[in-house]
Structure formats: C-alpha cells, structure tokens
C-alpha cells in the first residue's frame, strides 16, 4: 500500500514557489503527493516532475471546481470554462504519470442551490455531458479515470 498527501494540507495555492512541500512530503514518510490545481499558470510541470523525481515520490492531480469552473452550471460559458481547466488538469496528469484527475468536478464546490426535481435533472444532465466530453479527452492521454470527490460518482467514466 503506498500513501500520500494532498498540497492542501500546507499551502493554497501550490504554484513553483512552494515546490518544498514534495520534499516535506519525502521526509513524513509518503510515497505520493496530490497535487491541487488552483491556478494552472502557478505550475511548471517539468519542474515539478524534476522535484518529484527528486524526492522519489509520485504524483496524482486534484481539480478545485469553484463556480467560475461549474461543470452544471446552466451558463454554457462556465461550463466550458471548467472544460477548459479539467482538460488542463489531464494534460498535468498525462504530463507527471498520474493515472487520474480527483476533485469534486461534477459541481461547483459550495454549491448550495435547493432546486426542484426537474432542475437537478437538467443539471446532472449538464454535468453528465461535461464529463462525458473530459473522459473523451481523458483516454488517448491513458488518464483511465476521473474520480469526483462525491462517492456515488467516484466510478471511473
């Protein structure tokens, strides 16, 4: 069994200036970091990999889904912009041998809106579709799944 450690745990965002956290990572005995994606423009990731090859730790990549990234959001430009950041994370992932991209993609984070039956369809329906459209992205890159945070959509895609 191999264990690991999300950025989360000291430092948001994680960017090239807190590349440390790998080596402390090392040294608290894990064998992976996660790393969390906040800002995609913060990340080198032949620097990161040089860091982590380094350390002797791998590498897994996490999304952070806020609500200008929604994947069900009803605005069709928002939904593409989080298309646009989770193929970002995939591109990450393919680029640092992480097998996966973890978040909670299927909704913005903090989305807290009461809606009716009908409306949670067509926003699952939207989530679905968006999904749909990474996983399509995901494969030829070998990334094999996209694992949401929320456990009943945890199955790969």
Request: charged share 25%.
């Amino acid at each position: 069994m191999r264990y690991g450690a999300s950025t989360f745990i000291w430092v948001s965002p994680f960017a090239n200036r807190t590349l440390d956290v790998i080596d402390r990572v090392k040294r608290l005995g894990f064998d992976i970091i996660e790393i969390c994606v906040e800002d995609p423009e913060t990340i080198d990731v032949d620097a990161v990999r040089a860091r982590a090859a380094g350390a002797g730790v791998g590498v897994t990549i996490c999304g952070a889904f806020g609500p200008g990234r929604d994947l069900s959001s009803e605005d069709g430009t928002v939904r593409k912009a989080g298309l646009d950041y989770l193929k970002r994370c995939i591109d990450f992932a393919q680029d640092l041998g992480s097998p996966f991209v973890s978040g909670p993609m299927y909704a913005a984070v903090g989305n807290t809106k009461l809606l009716d039956e009908a409306a949670r369809r067509e926003q699952w329906l939207r989530a679905v579709a968006s999904l749909r459209a990474a996983a399509s992205y995901a494969k030829p890159r070998s990334i094999q799944h996209l694992r949401s945070s929320r456990s009943t959509a945890s199955r790969p895609i």
